[in-house]
């Protein structure tokens, strides 16, 4: 079975462009988290997409947007990036229900110049 | 303060000792996650527990609901144990997966 598969694994950007990253989950699963990752935060969640709509949403910007399509696989977007949007961007899937097991993907690691 | 609290922050060890990491929640849990973080940034689930202990290999997972505390241990560790550590608990509160995390234990496994 394949695991978590995260589009592309290396980024680096201008401040004030926008950004799309790429989670394709677990065949079967349906939901889909982002987390970002940076030394100051620690891992912080961003957003939870389940059967394209998104069920959880942490604190970040309107910048950082989210969706998730009808096989599931789910995209992150972030517009008018800051030099503090570099970090890592991780997506994990898992089964229906709650509270259930995460797989993670390798990440993105996103560097905003 | 944090939801979710680890210790330590940083661990050495030498190869062969058993390891103890120490995790408190503040919240009502319906799940609590242990990962494992190499180099290169690539997270491994090792546990989720929402009650018990369980047992994987060499790892051991540990949880107290009544006092929001988990233990995770690792016996007889090896170099290639050295990783980053992390906690990370699912709230009652919250629908779905969403994971909240702590800081993470940096273990280092000296030969």
């Known amino acids: 079975k394949a695991g978590v598969t995260q589009t592309p694994r290396y980024l680096i950007k201008t401040r004030g462009q926008q950004v799309t990253l790429s989670c394709s989950p677990i065949?079967?699963?349906?939901?889909v988290s982002w987390y970002q990752q940076t030394p100051g935060q620690g891992l912080q969640f961003l957003f939870e997409y389940f059967s394209e709509t998104q069920r959880n949403k942490g604190n970040f910007p309107g910048r950082f947007s989210g969706r998730q399509f009808s096989n599931s696989r789910s995209e992150m977007n972030v517009s008018t990036l800051e030099l503090g949007d570099s970090a890592l961007y991780l997506c994990?899937?898992?089964?229906?229900?709650?509270?259930?097991?995460?797989?993670f993907g390798q990440g993105t690691r996103l560097t905003v110049v | 303060k944090n939801e979710v609290e680890q210790s330590p922050q940083n661990l050495t060890a030498q190869e062969g000792e058993f390891i103890t990491i120490n995790c408190s929640y503040s919240?009502?849990?319906?799940?609590l996650h242990w990962l494992q973080q190499h180099p290169g940034g690539g997270i491994v689930s090792l546990f989720m527990l929402s009650s018990g202990k369980k047992k994987h290999g060499r790892l051991i997972a540990t949880i107290n609901i009544q006092e929001k505390h988990s233990s995770l241990h690792i016996t007889a560790s090896h170099p290639r144990d050295s990783a980053v550590y992390i906690c990370?608990?699912?709230?009652?509160?919250?629908?779905?997966?969403?994971?909240?995390f702590g800081g993470g234990t940096r273990v280092l496994v000296k030969p």
């Open positions: 990370a608990v699912v709230s009652i509160k919250a629908a779905g997966n969403k994971l909240t």
């Open positions: 994990a899937s898992s089964s229906t229900g709650t509270g259930a097991e995460a797989f």
């Open positions: 919240v009502g849990i319906s799940a």
């Open positions: 065949s079967g699963h349906r939901s």
